[in-house]
């Protein structure tokens, strides 16, 4: 963070929390009149636990989740759930040129997500039989956290 130019700050929380911000204040209220919706938000382990040398991106992921538990009871009355996804290391071009075979050791599943699995639990959380959970953040994160 000490060499971190303000721009890369703001860039990075504009893209991961002011854009939470900007889509579901569009929405919301049409969900608040038809009295159901979902919203599932996409967090980070790197929210949950923090990641030297990002600390702009884990700190928008926080925001991600504090946002998400605090919307959930908002607007939970109104059949209206809220949750985050927090995706791991995933195998995705975000992991080009990253040392994968390193980070695999770190993993207790000893292997990267795939993005099937982040899509299987949203699909989930979109769901009828998802309409009790809210407020939750659940990890696709082979244990890492």
């Known amino acids: 963070m000490a060499w971190m ?32 919706g979902r919203i599932i938000n996409i967090a980070s382990a790197s929210g949950e636990i923090g990641v030297a040398g990002q600390v702009n991106y884990s700190a928008a992921k926080a925001g991600i989740i504090g946002a998400t538990k605090a919307l959930a009871k908002e607007i939970a009355r109104k059949n209206i759930t809220v949750n985050a996804v927090a995706p791991g290391f995933i195998d995705t071009g975000m992991l080009n040129g990253m040392p994968t075979d390193e980070i695999k050791k770190m993993i207790p599943c000893a292997r990267l997500g795939k993005v099937e699995e982040v899509s ?16 939750q953040v659940i990890g696709v994160n082979g244990g890492i956290i």
């Open 120 to 135: 299987a639990l949203v699909g989930f959380l979109c769901s009828d039989r998802a309409g009790y959970i809210t407020g």
């Open 5 to 36: 130019q303000e721009s890369d700050w703001k860039n990075i929380i504009d893209t991961n929390l002011s854009s939470f911000f900007n889509v579901s204040k569009l929405i919301v209220k049409n969900m608040i009149s038809k009295r159901f």
